[in-house]
């Protein structure tokens, strides 16, 4: 018997997340206003997390198996490709969702003929205290996504709002129409270079000013410190997507900022690499001709290391700094 279509496929990345992966599945079943299914697809876990998703008795769950550790981007886009779904919304494995999250996002896209739709976020500690990840009043100003804004909140150490913690919900059509799916070249940054391809391709993104994401900080979550060869693979990744896509005059303009801050953000991170090798000729060499680099020395110390090591949490991968 064929099954009828789901509403939302909620697509989740899982490696070595036994620890998580019930209450990110608990949460996904739990919305509210919309058919669903959930798309576990388990990265070549060394853990019990294959074996914890088989465990929960729901006809709603469907598990895909990597033989191998292929990444979060090949794993999500194994979960997209089998997804049946209307919408494709995708799940961390240590986070969750508020009930009516999904339900009141696909309405809002559907109302405004959109492809795309994003969300406010809380932020919530190992302690159990919760924060807003944005104010709702900058968003309900920005009721519309556009790609030079998004640019333009993910330029390295800059940003204030960085719109790469979104979470976007996507409609499938429009992914397999356009041929978008996740980098998987990339542990970092594939997040951002989706949603950007999305929006340079032509989708339509809403904004909904309500929280319905929950991004849990969680022990060993912030597992690794912004190296060089992330910084040098993002702007490897930007040139590509300046290859593929045409943008206007604004979008370009955003791109030169961000690409200004990943430079100065790589010059940088070689005067921190050459200070701590005691290279000093290699670091003075290098704020010679990155001058524009120095300013980030400006930071105080314990800020400096909290942008550094709050850079990125697997599988998210954006440019990202801790609100």
Known sequence: MIQPQPDVSIVIAAFNAAQTIDRAISSALAQQGVSLEVVVSD???????????????????????????????AARNAAIDAARGCWIAVLDADDTLLPERLARMIAKAEAANAQIAVDNLTVVTVDGQTKAMFDARHLADNQELTLPTFIQSNRLFHS???????????????????????????????????????????????????????????????????????VEAMIAADADF??????????????????????????????IDCLKRRSYGQALVTALHNPAALRHFRMPVAERIRRLRNFSRQPNGSVMQQP
């Open 160 to 230: 204030q709002h960085n719109f790469g913690y979104m979470k976007p919900v996507f409609k499938r059509q429009f992914l397999s129409e356009r041929g978008l799916r996740f980098s998987e070249s990339l542990r970092i940054g594939e997040d951002y270079i989706l949603l950007a391809s999305a929006l340079a391709a032509g989708g339509r993104c809403v904004v909904d000013p309500s929280v319905g994401y929950c991004y849990h900080i969680t022990e060993g979550s912030i597992s690794r410190e912004l190296r060089l060869d992330h």
């Open 43 to 73: 990265d070549c876990s060394t853990d019990a997390t294959l074996a914890a998703v088989r465990a929960i008795a729901d006809p709603r769950i469907r598990v895909v198996a990597l033989p191998e550790n292929r990444g979060p981007g």
């Open 242 to 271: 300046l290859r593929r896509y045409r943008l206007d005059a604004p979008a370009l303009s955003a791109q030169s900022r961000r690409r200004r801050s990943l430079i100065h953000g790589h010059a940088f991170l070689t005067m």
